[in-house]
């Protein structure tokens, strides 16, 4: 499968998942119109999961709540650096967890995330083998 195609839909799922978590948060909060926000900065950071695919590939054998750790580490050095990058390039960064809760690292990952990292880790990976099987079995 085309690197470019997987890259495609890494990161649409990525910005769909957002908006969905997002909007029924606000609905949560008691916001009727369930209001959704992401950015354009997340398309490119959700793609890079394309990456992750070979790690994946390596960490497949270990037991699935060891995955599950590696996969909510993973993704906190991802969401700091990016975060923190963009904050560099811009003075801010898109997401800011000051304030919000005190599980923070420099406001740019939430410690009180890592039940949600952990299970999106794990269905990561069932996303990737079912893309490898269907673009192998599609040719």
């Given amino acids: 499968m085309p690197?470019?195609?997987?890259f495609l839909i890494y990161g649409l799922l990525g910005w769909g998942?957002?908006?969905?978590?997002?909007g029924l948060g606000s609905g949560l909060r008691g916001d009727p119109r369930l209001q959704a926000t992401t950015y354009l900065w997340m398309f490119p950071i959700y793609g890079l999961a394309i990456f992750l695919e070979s790690l994946h590939d390596i960490v497949r054998v270990y037991p699935?709540?060891?995955?599950g750790v590696i996969w909510v580490m993973i993704i906190w050095v991802i969401e700091f650096s990016t975060g923190g990058l963009i904050r560099v390039l811009t003075g801010s960064s898109p997401w800011d967890y000051t304030g919000k809760t005190s599980w923070h690292l420099l406001g740019l990952i939430r410690f009180d995330m890592a039940p949600i990292w952990f299970v999106t880790g794990l269905l990561f990976?069932?996303?990737?083998?079912?893309?490898d099987r269907f673009f192998t079995t599609s040719n």
């Fill in 17 to 22: 998942l957002e908006v969905l978590w997002t």
């Fill in 125 to 131: 990976e069932r996303l990737h083998d079912y893309m």
């Fill in 64 to 67: 699935w709540y060891v995955r």
């Fill in 3 to 6: 690197m470019k195609l997987k």
